[in-house]
């Protein structure tokens, strides 16, 4: 038995998925935006690659990304970054292949058809391997509770907007093929992103598929889709959003008025590309990036002075609001994000969340290396 079953059963787990998964925060008078872009210096730019190199077909479902340096993490004029978007500091990216949406349900399908994998929300759990992990002499939950299961959103009245243990229930039988719950089916949304994808489950299929996941440079990179100083990938303008991304409609997050025609999940590429011919980059589901989630990490880069070249990563997790925690950066915001209260669908949006992680709206997408050997998930 891993770390998440333990995570998992934890009520206190809930609270920590809801305060730093959901990303969001309410929205007040703006105050006056720090500059995060640095002076300009005459520091000449690293080359990177570019091109397709010659004898490398672009694969099905996926598009080229050029490489090139910019600025990662939150742009000046934006009014709703966050702390740990900041300071934004240069890095450069070689060019890569990335998929053009979000994993669906029908490429995991196929996955766990031909491996037989079977995802962290659906296995069985083990007490004698959980209790090896919690403190001596606790008491073991009743069988009924020991079941797998995942998290789900409960649309309600929710009563304290900073409780977000009110919107999320741990559903027993929760799963990417019963993404709402017991009665729940994936049947005829094949082509909708698949969901409640703990990390290890994410890896396993890149593995499956010759690929990996993105770094959060990449990530961000291909997000931009060219434009280097927008606070969205479509420009600054937010009104915008509701025709560009997926998110919540209504009051949120006790009703949600369907308007966009979508409660959660949307079939993938249903809204807009970015410059790139990328959909989904900012709604949906969150999406798993490789890299560590460390608070310091964009202040440590930028202390450098130095231009990173394909970043990797904080060498080690820390979060300071929970010095335990273990976690990967996510990107993108989700279904859940409202434009009157939640900014996650910000390009320089960066939330934590633990390995073992399971929700109802988070996903991926994949990238590959400019390399000869490829195979085809669809």
């Given at each position: 038995m891993n770390k998440g079953n333990l995570i998992r059963f934890s009520f206190n787990f809930l609270l920590v998925v809801g305060v730093l998964v959901m990303g969001c925060k309410e929205k007040t008078a703006p105050k006056a935006v720090e500059a995060t872009q640095p002076p300009v210096k005459k520091e000449t730019p690293i080359t990177v690659l570019t091109k397709i190199p010659e004898g490398i077909e672009v694969p099905k479902g996926?598009?080229?990304?050029?490489?090139?340096?910019?600025?990662?993490?939150?742009?000046?004029?934006?009014?709703?970054?966050?702390?740990?978007?900041?300071?934004?500091?240069?890095?450069?990216?070689?060019?890569?292949?990335?998929?053009?949406?979000?994993?669906?349900?029908?490429?995991?399908?196929?996955?766990?058809?031909?491996?037989?994998?079977?995802?962290?929300?659906?296995?069985?759990?083990?007490?004698?391997?959980?209790?090896?992990?919690?403190?001596?002499?606790?008491?073991?939950?009743?069988?009924?509770?020991?079941?797998?299961?995942?998290?789900?959103?409960?649309?309600?009245?929710?009563?304290?907007?900073?409780d977000y243990s009110q919107w999320w229930k741990w559903t027993i039988g929760a799963n990417w093929k019963q993404p709402n719950g017991p009665g729940s089916s994936i049947k005829g949304k094949d082509n909708e992103p698949v969901v409640h994808i703990a990390y290890e489950d994410a890896i396993a299929y890149c593995e499956w598929a010759g690929r990996r996941l993105p770094t959060e440079a990449e990530w961000e990179y291909a997000a931009r889709g060219g434009n280097g100083n927008g606070i969205h990938f479509w420009g600054d303008d937010v009104d915008s959003l509701s025709k560009n991304a997926n998110t919540w409609t209504g009051e949120f997050p006790r009703t949600n008025d369907q308007s966009d025609g979508y409660v959660r999940r949307a079939p993938v590429m249903s809204y807009p590309p970015n410059g790139y011919g990328l959909h989904d980059m900012a709604g949906n589901v969150w999406e798993w990036t490789s890299d560590w989630y460390n608070s310091n990490y964009y202040k440590e880069q930028a202390a450098t002075g130095k231009t990173q070249r394909n970043p990797q990563g904080a060498s080690r997790a820390f979060n300071s609001i929970n010095p335990y925690a273990v976690e990967k950066v996510i990107k993108g915001g989700s279904f859940l994000c409202s434009a009157s209260y939640c900014a996650s669908y910000r390009i320089s949006s960066r939330m934590a969340t633990s390995l073992d992680s399971g929700l109802e709206h988070l996903g991926f997408r994949t990238v590959l290396d400019a390399q000869p050997k490829q195979k085809d998930p669809s």
């Amino acid at each position: 038995m891993n770390k998440g079953n333990l995570i998992r059963f934890s009520f206190n787990f809930l609270l920590v998925v809801g305060v730093l998964v959901m990303g969001c925060k309410e929205k007040t008078a703006p105050k006056a935006v720090e500059a995060t872009q640095p002076p300009v210096k005459k520091e000449t730019p690293i080359t990177v690659l570019t091109k397709i190199p010659e004898g490398i077909e672009v694969p099905k479902g996926m598009v080229w990304i050029p490489g090139g340096n910019f600025y990662q993490g939150a742009v000046a004029n934006d009014p709703m970054a966050m702390g740990h978007e900041k300071p934004s500091h240069p890095v450069a990216v070689d060019g890569f292949f990335i998929d053009v949406s979000e994993v669906t349900n029908a490429q995991y399908a196929k996955f766990t058809k031909e491996t037989g994998y079977i995802t962290l929300a659906e296995r069985k759990i083990d007490w004698e391997e959980m209790k090896k992990q919690l403190p001596v002499g606790t008491p073991k939950p009743h069988d009924s509770i020991l079941q797998p299961g995942s998290l789900v959103f409960r649309e309600g009245m929710v009563t304290n907007l900073q409780d977000y243990s009110q919107w999320w229930k741990w559903t027993i039988g929760a799963n990417w093929k019963q993404p709402n719950g017991p009665g729940s089916s994936i049947k005829g949304k094949d082509n909708e992103p698949v969901v409640h994808i703990a990390y290890e489950d994410a890896i396993a299929y890149c593995e499956w598929a010759g690929r990996r996941l993105p770094t959060e440079a990449e990530w961000e990179y291909a997000a931009r889709g060219g434009n280097g100083n927008g606070i969205h990938f479509w420009g600054d303008d937010v009104d915008s959003l509701s025709k560009n991304a997926n998110t919540w409609t209504g009051e949120f997050p006790r009703t949600n008025d369907q308007s966009d025609g979508y409660v959660r999940r949307a079939p993938v590429m249903s809204y807009p590309p970015n410059g790139y011919g990328l959909h989904d980059m900012a709604g949906n589901v969150w999406e798993w990036t490789s890299d560590w989630y460390n608070s310091n990490y964009y202040k440590e880069q930028a202390a450098t002075g130095k231009t990173q070249r394909n970043p990797q990563g904080a060498s080690r997790a820390f979060n300071s609001i929970n010095p335990y925690a273990v976690e990967k950066v996510i990107k993108g915001g989700s279904f859940l994000c409202s434009a009157s209260y939640c900014a996650s669908y910000r390009i320089s949006s960066r939330m934590a969340t633990s390995l073992d992680s399971g929700l109802e709206h988070l996903g991926f997408r994949t990238v590959l290396d400019a390399q000869p050997k490829q195979k085809d998930p669809s």
